[in-house]
């Protein structure tokens, strides 16, 4: 044999098993979600939060940077306000009634979508009927949901900062209410990521859904804000049950999967989970909060004229009263009026 072809055959035959087994891979993908093995077994020890014993092109879905021998770690840019057990506990389902046209038309819109979600991601939850919903379809559930939550605080904020440039004039505090609004979004996105990987098929769902969403709450907000913050404010309604229904269900044992997990590792630094109170109850609780704080923002922004200041970052004249915040202290479920805020 020649010598030369005989060197190259060892590394011909290591690219092509490379090859096939990618190949593999990517033919066993499912359509929809491919859960971890975390989130279909109680993990071992808490101590070791392992939460895949898949491929490592699994694990590294969202890889930190290497090669960066200066920088320890890099921070969130909005660190999350403090909350306690009897404050996340307090958070209840809550709606806010129609009083205008445009509620009512924020409101429609946004049961319209809610049908057409629960058609694509498979959402089932009537207690008259036998119970269908599982660890995986939950899990399909709350990752579509926050990759379009996501949307319209970047959007709100986008278009409120485009605003100031060109009046030169202050925006009074809501561009980093909206946009803390959708990196709060996305880092729930994260979280779940940890514990699922989507598929092609549900990886189309989301390109398309955020293509056609993203550029109606554009246009839909360049005409009339105040109906999109409405609309907002009961999308947030509906996430806040979302995340009751699953809370429910774990604790009525249905999801026996999720009884001993622990949250993912992003998920206790971010929220800044205590010990003992890093399991994913204490996740969806810590969520669940999350979503009835955008309730509380979108339904007060609302209320408000365009120049008003921001409620949820002024300085009061009197601290004793009660007033909006940043965190869920003071937090009304159906929004502040603007006589009590401005």
């Known amino acids: 044999m020649n010598p030369s072809r005989a060197t190259l055959l060892p590394s011909l035959t290591t690219n092509i098993s490379r090859v096939a087994s990618k190949g593999l891979y990517c033919s066993a993908a499912t359509t929809g979600l491919r859960a971890s093995y975390s989130a279909l077994r109680p993990l071992a020890s808490s101590r070791h939060r392992n939460f895949s014993s898949s491929q490592q092109t699994q694990l590294d879905f969202f890889p930190p940077p290497k090669n960066l021998p200066n920088i320890k770690f890099t921070p969130p840019s909005w660190p999350h306000p403090p909350a306690s057990e009897e404050q996340l506990n307090k958070i209840e389902v809550a709606h806010r009634e129609t009083r205008t046209l445009s509620d009512s038309v924020a409101f429609n819109t946004v049961r319209f979508l809610r049908w057409g979600t629960d058609l694509f991601t498979g959402y089932r939850h009537d207690p008259n009927k036998p119970y269908i919903m599982s660890e995986r379809k939950w899990l399909i559930r709350f990752i579509f949901l926050e990759t379009v939550a996501g949307v319209p605080g970047m959007v709100g904020g986008m278009l409120r900062h485009l605003r100031s440039l060109r ?26 990521l940890k514990m699922a990987e989507p598929g092609w098929f549900m990886k189309l769902m989301i390109l398309g859904a955020q293509g056609v969403f993203c550029n109606g709450f554009f246009f839909a907000y360049l005409i009339n804000p105040t109906i999109c913050h409405r609309f907002v404010g009961y999308l947030e309604e509906e996430a806040t049950k979302t995340y009751s229904y699953a809370i429910d269900d774990l604790d009525a044992g249905k999801l026996p999967a999720w009884e001993t997990l622990q949250a993912p590792d992003i998920a206790v630094k971010y929220w800044n989970m205590p010990e003992g109170h890093q399991t994913m109850r204490d996740l969806l609780l810590y969520i669940r909060a999350d979503e009835a704080k955008h309730r509380e923002i979108h339904h007060t922004l609302a209320n408000l004229k365009a120049e008003d200041p921001n409620p949820f970052v002024s300085v009061y004249k009197d601290p004793t009263k009660p007033h909006p915040g940043p965190s869920i202290e003071h937090i009304k479920s159906k929004g502040w009026e603007r006589e009590d805020v401005i």
């Not at 009046?167 to 779940?192: C, P, Q, S, V």
């Open 167 to 192: 009046r030169m004039k202050r925006d009074n505090g809501w561009i980093e209410t909206l946009l803390e609004d959708a990196y709060n979004e996305r880092m729930h996105l994260l979280t779940f």
